[in-house]
């Protein structure tokens, strides 16, 4: 397939443990869209998590081509604006300073651009797409992409009940690099699990007023789950499409090759967990130090408190 001129970008915004990698992999089951995992981690010489194929991104069919036509894009300083884009503009404290080059230059500061859009734009034409998923989740990244005149931008922001977020973060995770996940995370308590996820969720609403007017579509997690194939078909709207589901083998392909995000990409038919799973698992003290933190967030969203009773 030849590669588009100007490749499309969805972006997903959300916070962490919210449905962003199933919300991806349902979003490439429209025709035409790759879902790439989580781009923003995706370093030059490659990610210690493996593919969703299960090789090295070095080794991967699919990965390694792109890494090949990113560097050749970039040029020879590829690594060097990498780590220095990486620290000047890779990270949530830095929002003011992007925000205040996109508004005086009307696009992404040019070296940031030259490594994050050619990787976005390399991912297109090597996967033989013309929408690219990027679940980076970062609000500062989805910023910088929206205003490059190099892509066509799109966003959705999934959204997930605080006390079936918590549940997950308060989890201790190992490290299980051949499930797909590099590194081990140690669970949070209910408190830090509540601020983590009233933070998140109050940059991507604020990124998300700031991506333009029908530009961010609202998706909540538990709509994902119950009801795949509305979701599907909302997002194939969003991007523009009729919601025509792929399923020859060129896709097949496609699919298995997310690159990063969270292990179901691994196991792409795991079925996940009910979206009311934290019923049977969250405390009580804890669920009732989330609900207290997160209650405006909650009832704007639809998410009812079970109270103190
Ligand atoms: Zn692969």
New binding site residues.
Partial sequence: MASPEKPGLLYILGSARSGTTLCAMLASRVRGVFAAGELAGLQPDGDPAP???G?KLTQ????SGVMDAWSRASGKSLAADYRWADARLGRQRQIPRAIMHAQLWGRPHPRWERVHVSLVRAVAEVAGADWIVDSSKSPVRALQLARSQRLRFKAVHVVRDPRGVGCSLMKDVAADPAAGVARPTDGVSAGRAARDWKRAHALATWAAGRLGAGATLRMRYETLLRRPNDAMRAIARHLGRDGAVEDDETSAWRR??VASGNRMRMHPSTPVFQEDEWKGRLGRDDRIVIERSCKRAMQRLGYRPVGEG
Avoid: N
């Fill in positions: 593919c969703g194929c090789a991967c069919a699919l990965w298995a090759h």
